[in-house]
Each structure stands twice: as structure tokens, then as C-alpha cells.
């Protein structure tokens, strides 16, 4: 029972290094998305996809990229580090059939600090 | 437009006392809406949802919420709070027909239980 799988849990990063936070779920769920958590402002969306070769924006995009080339990975990239992306940051997953049965199941986090 | 609304970012109980945490939610659809647990360094574990077979849903570790379409709260309830119960609370709308399982989060409340 893996579920969400997010690596790495802490990283640190120097401003203008780039790096991928991994995301991977064995559930066969169309839909995944990343957010990221701050205080006191819950967690918010920044980018999902709905299947395989489909992304798109969510509220707080910007500075972040996303390919899905398989159903199981959504790997998250920052390609130029700032101190703003210093944040708490969770993957989710869920089928896509929009229902009063849909459950999101998220991975444990990854701490990154940018320096 | 959808949104959540915590009314409260911290609520202190004592052990053994009742537990009530507020949301209100507002959304163009037909809503489906969750409580997510955190605990400290922890990721998201869901608590319970409301799925329309009743308005008094039940979740794990003994809490309840109840939703009622008239006020568009969904509030969280436990009779006695126990130690563990110490944690963060998100209330989360995900819109069911907007095609995507975006979630909509509340900013959190943070539950502190006094022995």
C-alpha cells in the first residue's frame, strides 16, 4: 500500500539552483496535483493534471513546471530557486471521475528551504 | 467561485471537553466537502467526507460534522477531546462539477488539547 510517494522529504537549495520534487502513485489515478503550504494561508494549487500528457495552472504557477508523461509520476521542477519558494510541499492524487465519492490522497510532504 | 472559510486559526480545549472547528464553505456547485487531519510533520489523512447520503457524516477517532445547506457551514465536532487530537484541521471543497478534482482549502485551524 504505497500510495502517494514523494521524494525528497527535506531538501535545502542555494537561490537560482534548480531541482525536481518526485511525486508517484500506484493507484492508477487519473488526476494528480501539486500544492504547497504555508502558514496560515491552508495549502494552494499549483499545477494539476487530469491524465497522462495533460497539465495545467492552477492558483500559484508561477516559477514552477510540470510535465505527465506516464499515469503514475507527476514530477514537480523549479527551475530557478527563490527565497519565495521556501515551503511546505504535498502531491496529491485522486480518480478522475468527479463524484461525491472523491477522496484525495496525498504523500507526506517535502520541506524545501531556499537559501 | 468557490472558497472555504475557517472562522478560527487556533481553538484550545481541555482534555475531556467538547471540540467544535468552523467552516464555511462557498461554491458555484453542488460541493463535495472534507475534513483533513495534519499532525506535526505529518501529511494530510482525511477525517471524513460528505457524500449526500446524510447531512451528520461520521469520520475516524470519534468526529463527526454536519452539513447544512441553509447556513453552508460544515462544521467539526468530537463530545471529548483526547491528547492525540492535537493537530491541524483543513477544511477542503472540492466543486463537483467543474470537470477536475481541484481542492479548495480552508487556511486551517490549529487544535491545541490541555491536559
Known amino acids: 500500500n504505497a500510495g502517494v510517494t514523494q521524494t525528497p522529504k527535506f531538501q535545502v537549495l542555494k537561490t537560482g539552483q534548480s531541482m525536481t520534487l518526485q511525486c508517484a502513485q500506484d493507484m492508477n489515478h487519473e488526476y494528480m496535483s501539486w500544492y504547497r503550504q504555508d502558514p496560515g494561508m491552508g495549502l494552494r494549487l499549483i499545477h494539476y493534471s487530469v491524465g497522462a500528457g495533460i497539465t495545467d495552472q492552477g492558483e500559484v504557477p508561477n516559477g514552477y513546471n510540470v510535465s505527465r508523461s506516464t499515469t503514475e509520476d507527476f514530477p514537480l521542477r523549479l527551475l530557478s530557486a527563490a527565497p519565495s519558494q521556501t515551503s511546505v510541499y504535498f502531491c496529491a492524487s485522486s480518480s478522475r471521475t468527479v463524484s461525491m465519492n472523491t477522496e484525495a490522497f496525498f504523500g507526506q510532504g517535502t520541506r524545501l528551504t531556499v537559501v | 467561485a468557490q472558497s472555504v472559510t475557517q472562522l478560527d486559526s487556533h481553538v484550545s480545549v481541555s482534555e475531556g471537553t467538547p471540540v467544535l472547528l468552523r467552516c464555511n464553505y462557498s461554491s458555484s456547485y453542488s460541493p463535495s466537502l472534507f475534513w483533513y487531519v495534519q499532525h506535526p510533520n505529518k501529511g494530510l489523512q482525511l477525517l471524513l467526507k460528505?457524500?449526500?447520503?446524510?447531512?451528520l457524516v461520521k469520520g475516524i477517532n470519534g468526529f463527526e460534522a454536519e452539513f447544512k445547506k441553509s447556513e453552508t457551514s460544515f462544521h467539526l465536532t468530537k463530545p471529548s477531546a483526547h491528547m492525540s487530537d492535537a493537530a491541524e484541521y483543513f477544511c477542503v471543497v472540492i466543486p463537483i462539477q467543474t470537470g477536475a478534482n481541484n481542492l479548495f482549502f480552508g487556511t486551517g485551524t490549529r487544535l491545541t488539547v490541555i491536559p
Open positions: 460528505y457524500t449526500s447520503a446524510a447531512t
